[in-house]
Every structure is written in C-alpha cells, then in structure tokens.
C-alpha cells in the first residue's frame, strides 16, 4: 500500500542576479520524479551530491513547494495544501538529519532536544511529556540519565541516537533519513544501521534512505532509485543493484564502492566512468544529461532525451543503450561490467 507517492514533482529555481530572467536561467534541481515509498519499504535514494536528492526530501516534507507535478500521501493529493493544513501530515513524516551537532542547540539538554517537535505540536502535560521522551530515548538505547546530558557530552554515536530518537517522538510512519552516517566511522554506522531496522520491524516504519554510498543499500533498502541532475535514471530491487545495474550511472557508483582489487573499478573502456567531458561552465541542454560523462553514449544520446521504462519486472531505466542492447544492437565500445 502507497504511503507517499510523487507524480511528475518539479522544483525549479531561477538564477539569481539576472534584472531579466531568460527561460535559460530556470535550473530544474528536481525534474519530472515519480516514485512511491510503500508501508513498510525502505527506498533508498542515490546519487552524488547536487543531484536534487536533499530539495526532493524538502518536497515530500513539504519545506518546498513544487514548481509542477503532485504529491500524494496516504493516497491524498497535498501538493497544494496551506501551511496549516499541511502541519497534520508533517507530525506522520519526521527526518533524521546528517549532522546531529550542528542540528542541535548546544544549550539545550537532550530532554529538551528531543521534546522540541512535541513543544511544535503542544497539547501534553509536562508529566506525559517526559513520559514520551525518556520512551523515545529508550528506543534508541539510551538510558533515562542521558536526558539531562548538553550535546557536547555525547559522542558521535549518541547524538545520532538522540537524532532518531527526537525524530521518532511523534510517532511518525515515514522517515527520512538524509546521509544518516556521514559523520560516523563504520563501527557506528552498522551500529545505527542495526537500530534503524530493529525500528523498522518494532513500529512497521517507512524509511526513504538518502545516501550517496552504496555499500549500505543493498543491506538496508528494499528499492533504489537513482537520481542524477534531478531525475531518476533507474530503480530496481537494491538486492540485485550489483548483478543487474544497467545505467551507466549506477554503474559508474558501483564502481566507486572501495573493493579490493582496484583495478575492477575500471570499466572496460579503459576509462573510469563519471569523469567529466565537459568544460566548466558548460551544460547539456538536450538528449541524455549524463552523455558528457557516459562511455556508452551514442548520437541519439545527444539529441533525444531517454525516459524511464519498465526495462524488466520491477525494474526501469532511463538510457538509450538497454533499448539497443535488448535489440541486440549492443554498442561495441561498452559492456556492463558484472563483477
Ligand atoms: Fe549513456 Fe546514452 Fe544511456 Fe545516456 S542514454 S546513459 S548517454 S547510453
């Protein structure tokens, strides 16, 4: 069953110091997404940073109005909800930012940190009130002394645990979780990992997991989609992303997972996908955005832009190249890599 759901979502921003702006000064961060997250699923949400991943979480949050398209949730349209209106949907949908210090007030206690969304809301006694938080901490693994503890007598693994924890004090159905690791070594990472599923099965929470690494995905996700300069390219089941990748791009991600023999980064053209073809400055505004950067790019690339299509059951990408390949009319100067 659909939880949240986009429709075409767009969000355009316009250059800023023009006295007359062009339609060339229109940047679309996120262009024409659909996607779905089920009750229950984790999707995990790829790409490198400044592919529009961070403005599509505003979106669904709805700290961003979309330029076009819809937004669903719950099977209701709320794209053009007032503010209001839309603070009864916010409660059900809470995010878990990347870093938890600099997120935090560093005066305020962690009672007091993780009480703030319930002060938004209002409407409980003080008693009810530190009920709620010192159950919400207790989720997370922290014991009711911590409470009285200031950031800075945290350590990193702690201020994430206070992170979730204040995000799960509403009792949300959805989270986000926006690079929920970034600042954690790997021990802590598989640590907060292991919470946010054991949260996943406890309470049949809805995670949308923004994340640049892939390591993690196939562990943590059930879905993918994989965003580059706004759009979604592919989205398969994250269990077979490094069997059944086809996007160049995704490939190109899959190969920057550290492995340990180097020399399996290397696609086999010889040349490490994603280095840029471009000059700076320059943009492509037509055909394929990644055909800069894509050793597979052939000269419809150039000129017709791919949509995303049904390329097997539960499977879609956007790339002119599985269309040929399917045909057998595979391009001689790139293969996928399956490694
Ligand atoms: Fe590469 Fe063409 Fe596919 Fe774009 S459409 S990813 S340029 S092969």
């Keep these: 069953m659909r939880l949240i759901e986009t429709e075409g979502l767009t969000k355009v921003y316009q250059r800023e110091g023009r006295w007359f702006p062009s339609a060339n000064d229109a940047m679309p961060v996120v262009d024409r997404v659909s996607l779905h997250v089920d009750k229950g699923e984790t999707l995990g949400l790829v790409g490198e940073s400044g592919s529009g991943k961070s403005t599509l979480a505003r979106l669904l949050l709805g700290l961003e109005t979309a330029t076009e398209g819809h937004l669903l949730f719950g099977g209701e349209d709320v794209t053009r909800w007032g503010f209001k209106r839309l603070r009864t949907i916010r409660s059900r949908m809470q995010m878990v930012f990347q870093n938890s210090y600099s997120s935090f007030d560093p005066l305020f206690t962690v009672e007091r940190i993780v009480g703030e969304p319930l002060s ?9 009130r530190r009920r709620v938080i010192l159950e919400s901490l ?22 994430q645990r206070v992170n979730i924890a204040r995000a799960l004090v509403l009792q949300p159905e959805l989270l986000i979780c926006d690079e929920p690791f970034s ?40 879905r993918v989609a994989v965003m580059y300069k706004g759009q979604i390219v592919e989205t398969l089941p994250a269990a077979r992303i490094a069997e059944e990748a086809i996007h160049p791009y995704t490939r190109s991600l899959l190969d920057a997972v550290p492995v340990q023999d180097p020399r399996l980064r290397r696609s086999r053209t010889g040349r ?10 320059e943009r492509v505004t037509q055909g394929c955005r990644f055909c800069s950067r894509c050793p597979a790019a052939m000269p419809v690339c150039f000129t017709v832009e791919p949509v995303l299509e049904t390329k097997r059951p539960s499977h879609q990408a956007a790339c002119h190249f599985y269309a040929n390949e399917a045909e057998g009319k595979a391009s001689q100067t790139f293969q996928i890599v399956k490694e």
């Design 138 to 159: 207790d989720m997370v693994g922290l014991e009711a002394p911590y409470a009285k503890r200031y950031p800075h007598e945290l350590s990193g693994g702690q201020l």
């Design 120 to 128: 938004s809301y209002g409407g409980m006694a003080a008693l009810e």
């Design 272 to 281: 490490p996908f994603g280095e840029p073809a471009l000059s700076q400055g």
């Design 183 to 222: 600042s954690l070594d790997f021990k802590l990472r598989r640590q907060i990992l292991t919470l946010l599923e054991e949260l996943k099965v406890r309470f049949g929470l809805s995670y949308l997991y923004i994340t640049h690494d892939l390591s993690s995905v196939s562990r943590f996700c059930d």
